[in-house]
């Protein structure tokens, strides 16, 4: 009997472990695109997106590409085993790393944050986890949503991570706190394609560039809500293809992209 009764203990401690337990989503096991908004006097959306693969002292890096603070300089990796991504730079004239993301943190942990070439203070120290929570996405999916705090006085930032996706502030910038109104907030992500994280509140639409392809895939713009094109100076252009336009919606956002032919 009570060997029976133990067998029904382990059982079901094997049985609700595997329920509860959770799979790593992986960061840069496919194609990704991020698009961070801006709105001062009108929102403009900058895009992100992983630009192929290099091998660099043994490692492979996915190649970081995009506008503002973002250059081809930038390449990511990931240890999957750990669940942690490091973002390779060039600082005087030297290659460095360092640790981005640790998505194995558990509430009241701490890590050392990097803001490398970002607006934010570059070191700004250790930032504490607050919580976790596991929320659904737009693929029906579960992902760990991270909130953590500075540690310091000094400090007065509050960032959110998403497993799988990075920062909601730039991507090279996990202790940024996403500001619309300041350095930017993640308005869509998409994975391969897919759209994975969405948030419309300054934007009409999330719209899949597919950089790495020739053409974008358009089909999600409402085509009616659009005014006109501007390039960088604000002056009014016809549409155009392989060169950056700023499109303006009739809701009052703005889109900064290049469609190519």
Sequence with gaps: MLNK???IIIFNCFLFGNIFAQSYNQMLDHDSEWHLTVCNNGCITDIY?????????????????GYHYISKSFW???DVISERVYLSFI??????????YDFNLQKGDSIN?????????SNPG?????????????DGLYYDHFYLSSLSSQINESAVWIEGIGSLSLINAPGGTPDVNGSGKLSCYFNDGNL???QLDSISACVYTNPNLNSFNIQEVDHSSILFYTDLFGRKVKF???????????NGSVEKKIYLE
Excluded: A, C
């Design 5 to 7: 009764i133990l067998f």
């Design 49 to 65: 997106f992983t630009d192929g693969d290099t091998l660099y002292n043994n490692y492979n890096y996915k190649i970081l590409n």
């Design 76 to 78: 990511l990796r990931e």
């Design 91 to 100: 600082q005087n004239s030297n290659r460095k790393e360092v640790l981005l």
């Design 113 to 121: 944050i990097n803001n490398p070439i970002s607006p934010f203070v």
């Design 126 to 138: 250790l930032y504490l986890v607050d919580s976790t929570i596991n929320k659904q996405l737009n």
């Design 196 to 198: 994975i994280y969405s």
């Design 240 to 250: 155009s293809t392989n060169k950056l336009i700023i499109t303006h919606y009739d």
